[in-house]
């Protein structure tokens, strides 16, 4: 079946640590993939967005992902975490089967940083 | 930049009652979303629109139906509503075909009682 799944349901690290948050995908073809951010009390924020080309993109607030065929994964990386990147992120894809632009969304990961 | 708006940040409901959720975007985006949010379970589509009165299920269109008279407005309607459908409510907006970003609005917290 078709599905997106992020492993990872909390994640704690200390402030200046790295992170990667894991992000896994299943469909037939390469779909488009993106980034969310969803900070308490507000609405989804994009950070980052694979179409084609480079498979490692950059994004706002320091982060970037890796898409990695072989592997059917998209996971988002940053080298040092700021207090204020405690929120929960949200890894989506577009399947492409459609024009419509809809996204399906993983389960999400909730990022607590320690000080 | 893009303004989603959604109309309530908090909402309390009785079983049974007919629930009317408003969204309006200002930036002329064909397509128009409704996500429910809960615990674990990440976001799930209910309903999108891709131009005014249209409108296609999503994966859990149950319980929902929508209205787009409007370009700026996409409703989410809850003909009766049930305890299971306390949940966050996100509306989001983008321009049309694939690779456009979701603008979304802050949501609204649904509680039926």
């Known amino acids: 079946a078709q599905s997106v799944t992020q492993p990872d349901i909390h994640i704690t690290v200390s402030e200046g640590a790295s992170l990667e948050l894991r992000c896994n995908y299943s469909y037939g073809a390469t779909p488009y993939l993106f980034w969310y951010v969803q900070s308490p009390g507000q609405g989804l924020q994009l950070l980052l967005k694979?179409?084609?080309?480079?498979?490692l993109v950059q994004g706002i607030k320091g982060f970037e992902a890796e898409f990695k065929r072989s592997q059917s994964s998209f996971n988002l990386r940053k080298p040092s975490v700021h207090w204020s990147d405690a929120a929960e992120y949200f890894c989506?894809?577009?399947?492409?089967?459609?024009?419509?632009?809809?996204?399906?969304f993983g389960q999400g990961t909730t990022l607590q940083v320690k000080p | 930049d893009v303004k989603v708006t959604q109309s309530s940040r908090y909402l309390v409901k009785r079983t049974g009652e007919k629930v009317f959720l408003e969204c309006v975007q200002d930036?002329?985006?064909?397509?128009m979303f409704w996500y429910r949010q809960d615990p674990g379970l990440g976001l799930r589509l209910i309903y999108f629109s891709y131009d005014v009165k249209m409108k296609e299920k999503g994966d859990i269109p149950e319980g929902y139906s929508v209205s787009r008279e409007k370009k700026e407005r996409f409703s989410l309607i809850l003909e009766s509503a049930s305890t299971n459908q306390t949940s966050m409510y996100l509306c989001a907006s983008s321009l049309s075909g694939g690779q456009e970003k979701l603008f979304f609005g802050s949501g609204t917290q649904l509680s039926v009682l």
């Open positions: 930036m002329d985006h064909e397509n």
């Open positions: 694979y179409f084609s080309g480079d498979t």
């Open positions: 989506a894809v577009d399947p492409r089967s459609s024009n419509t632009g809809k996204l399906i």
